[in-house]
């Protein structure tokens, strides 16, 4: 087959575009065969470009020519198709499309380019093997969802970027090559081959360069950074990813609060969806009690203390401590469990942190109906809720510590209604078809109203800010206690006495925003000073030796006159993937690596030539 040149034809519309009103026009449409159907004498061509797809219709009995090269077309063939449009009959009109009442009749075609027979065709909606779609990414980023999903990213971007540089923020971009910066993962590192067996760091995250432009009086910066972390990936984790990063000079933290409720909910409106602001605020204390988690799902009923429902003796005859925390979880609408129902769910909770549960409300209701009735009135909710008390199991005592500072929960009882939240998080995914709390944000992400106007976001997207977070955790491997987050997060100023003598009861300015029970973002207000921040390191067991040999320069930057200061980083790529409806960052990120931190389009990492390591001065010490 000889092909054709494009010639001097321009595009006078895209495939998305024609409409009964430009019906009689004539029109140069260019893209790619999404199907062929062969009538004999008519042939249907589906043209398809990022806008959508029109029909074209070749009639032997109105040019042979055209026709004959129509045969020849095969799916994914480029083609330029230059016609008339033309009014469907009404029995033909296809509502589904946005082109649906017209075709193009067309005298003049032209193949301009073959494609091999693809693996899996662009115009199916799912593609099951998800390694064929990353091998041949070019052509399942053809498919129209996958095409959605990258106008959603760049909308999101786009008013992020807009809505930042509308309240001062500069866009200013940070060195790829630099040096560690200890977010908590492993870095990946770049052989120097000028100063052999010297190597940089990828960033983790720009945050001392941020800071950093804090001293440097550039008071508000922001940046869609890239970031690399060298850690084992799930789901949600890809090996580099992009965060909106911003710092601030002189911010309270409510300051930050309200300029990430404004990018947020300007990306949501860019993307038709209206997300209500202010965000409500817990604290990390308060997020554990009430949920078990540091991220909670707001659309789920949270954790009731049902403590109370209990006496004494009721406890030790339930093998129950009493001294920790008795809670019930409640999903909705599940219904009675059978016996099978409730065995599958074993896997589901976790028994190492000390704590067992109750999840046969009627057994239990034949022993203690009083403490029974109390917990269902405590619970409240429907019939039908599925409740489930967990507590601590009085028979295990498992290691962990009991202190706890006024007001604040103790490890033992974070470890009780952690293994609660995540069983209720569990649970919810398990029978989310029966309880319907999840569908309603599918509603919202699939709703049309989004495309002429703002679709109501305030049931579907549940925001939260999570404030105090502890500043340090106890390492069980290193016996030492390690800052929760970065170790430039400042502590409360009335906390700092307890900085060696309680670490545990110290909070830090440190705050999550969280929505649907996915963390979003997390940041801080800093620690400004440089005898502060000295003590810090010092705190977590560093010397001051080796805080210099790696922070040296910061540290010497903090005593330039630094302001204080605060930011915070929010991951983009799970904006996008909530806001686009998928299920993994893999769906929003162009050309992702996979759980093994392959790139299988570019089939990347490879070995390299001998060459190119001596040059670097690498020996490696297994062949691959
Ligand atoms: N650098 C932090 C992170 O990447 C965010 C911040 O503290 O601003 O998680």
């Not at 115009?123 to 969802?145: F, S």
């Not at 009923?301 to 129950?320: C, H, M, R, Y």
């Not at 699939?446 to 999570?466: H, K």
């Amino acid at each position: 087959m000889t092909l054709d040149f494009l010639g001097s034809l321009q595009r006078t519309h895209t495939c998305g575009e024609l409409r009964a009103s430009d019906a009689g026009k004539s029109v140069v449409i260019l893209g790619w065969v999404n199907r062929r159907r062969d009538h004999g004498n008519l042939i249907f061509l589906d043209l398809r470009d990022r806008y959508g797809i029109s029909q074209v219709v070749l009639d032997k009995d109105l040019g042979e020519e055209a026709h004959a090269k129509a045969e020849q077309a095969r799916s994914e063939y480029v083609i330029a198709a230059v016609g008339k449009v033309r009014l469907r009959d009404a029995s033909v009109i296809n509502p589904k499309m946005d082109t649906g009442e017209i075709e193009i009749v067309a005298d003049e075609l032209r193949i301009l380019n073959d494609a091999k027979v693809p693996p899996f065709s662009p115009a199916e909606d799912a593609i099951a093997n998800e390694e064929v779609r990353l091998k041949y990414r070019y052509l399942d980023l053809r498919r129209p969802e996958m095409q959605h999903n990258f106008l959603v990213r760049h909308k999101v971007a786009l008013a992020v970027r807009q809505y930042l540089s509308g309240q001062g923020f500069y866009e200013i971009e940070t060195p790829f090559m630099t040096r560690s910066t200890p977010e908590g993962a492993r870095d990946y590192l770049v052989p120097s081959r000028v100063h052999p067996g010297n190597f940089y760091a990828l960033p983790q995250s720009p945050q001392l360069f941020k800071q950093i432009l804090m001293v440097s009086g550039m008071d508000r910066y922001f940046q869609i950074a890239r970031c690399f972390r060298d850690e084992d990936l799930r789901a949600d984790r890809q090996p580099e990813f992009t965060q909106i990063d911003l710092e601030m000079t002189f911010p309270q933290q409510e300051t930050i609060f309200r300029v990430v409720e404004g990018f947020l909910s300007e990306a949501f409106k860019a993307v038709g969806i209206h997300l209500p602001t202010p965000f409500p605020q817990i604290t990390y204390d308060e997020a554990m009690r009430n949920y078990g988690i540091d991220k909670p799902d707001l659309r789920l009923p949270g954790l009731t203390d049902v403590k109370s429902a209990f006496t004494e003796e009721n406890l030790t005859a339930l093998q129950i401590d009493p001294n920790l925390p008795v809670v019930a979880l409640r999903i909705p609408k599940v219904g009675e469990l059978s016996r099978k129902e409730r065995d599958d769910n074993k896997p589901l909770f976790d028994y190492r942190k000390g704590a067992k549960y109750i999840d046969d409300l009627k057994r239990l209701e034949k022993g203690f109906p009083e403490a029974t009735a109390k917990v269902r009135e405590l619970a409240g909710g429907e019939a039908e809720d599925l409740l489930v008390i967990v507590a601590g199991d009085a028979a295990v005592h498992i290691h962990a510590s009991d202190t706890k500072s006024e007001g604040r929960l103790s490890e033992r009882e974070i470890a009780i209604y952690s293994t609660a939240g995540n069983f209720r998080v569990e649970l919810a995914k398990k029978y989310a078809d029966r309880h319907g709390i999840f569908a309603i944000t599918d509603a919202v992400v699939n709703s049309p109203e989004r495309e002429t106007g703002l679709a109501d976001g305030s049931q579907a997207f549940r925001p939260i800010w999570v404030t105090d977070f502890p500043m340090f955790e106890f390492d069980e491997e290193t016996k030492k206690w390690m800052p929760s987050h970065h170790p430039f997060t400042s502590p409360h100023e009335e906390d700092m006495d307890r900085l060696v003598s309680d670490p545990a009861s110290v909070r830090a300015r440190y705050y999550d925003v969280a929505m649907n029970g996915l963390e979003l973002g997390s940041g801080s207000i800093r620690i400004h000073r440089q005898d502060v921040q000295a003590e810090i390191f010092r705190s977590i067991g560093m010397s001051d030796e080796e805080a210099k040999a790696r922070f040296g320069f910061f540290l010497e930057a903090l005593q330039y006159g630094t302001p204080p200061h605060g930011g915070i980083a929010l991951g983009l790529d799970r904006i996008v993937m909530i806001l686009a409806g998928a299920s993994s960052l893999r769906e929003v990120i162009a050309f992702p690596k996979t759980a093994k931190a392959i790139d299988l389009m570019v089939d990347a990492p490879t070995p390299v030539s001998e060459q190119q390591l001596r040059e670097l001065y690498i020996r490696p010490t297994k062949q691959s």
